[in-house]
């Protein structure tokens, strides 16, 4: 059974850094996936942060973070990981790293509902 564990969130201030990462288990090695990042702020809908294959390859970013955040992937697949620069208090959320079993299929971020499993999130919070 494939999950999806995240960590790393915190508070800081605007302009600071924060680097999430999301630990996967019973991820198949021979398995091709796309995996992403969403965020979710309060009485809003949940948002593509980022995306990547299992191979490394990012293959989007949402437009309110290009620029700012990095996704990536570790050699052995098994973390993901968000590098998150330039904070801002709207970047306040909750964050969560998704995982689809099949490719990424886009140049862009999919949505949420192309994702099957999910983590249980980890919040951000930027203080102006």
């Known amino acids: 059974q494939v999950q999806l564990v995240e960590s790393g969130g915190g508070s800081v201030e605007a302009g600071g850094s924060l680097r999430l990462s999301c630990a996967t288990s019973?991820?198949?090695?021979?398995?091709?996936?796309?995996m992403a990042w969403f965020r979710q702020a309060p009485g809003k809908e949940r948002e593509g942060v980022a995306q990547v294959t299992t191979g490394g390859t990012v293959t989007g970013y949402g437009d309110s973070v290009k620029g700012r955040f990095t996704a990536s992937v570790d050699d052995s697949r098994a973390t993901l990981y968000l590098q998150m620069s330039g904070l801002k208090p709207e970047d306040t959320a909750q964050y969560y790293c998704?995982?689809?079993?099949?490719?990424?299929?886009?140049?862009?971020?999919?949505?949420?509902?192309?994702?099957?499993?999910w983590g249980q999130g980890t919040q951000v919070t930027v203080s102006s």
């Open positions: 019973g991820l198949r090695m021979d398995g091709y996936y796309c």
């Open positions: 998704a995982l689809r079993s099949r490719s990424c299929i886009s140049s862009y971020v999919l949505p949420a509902t192309f994702f099957e499993i």
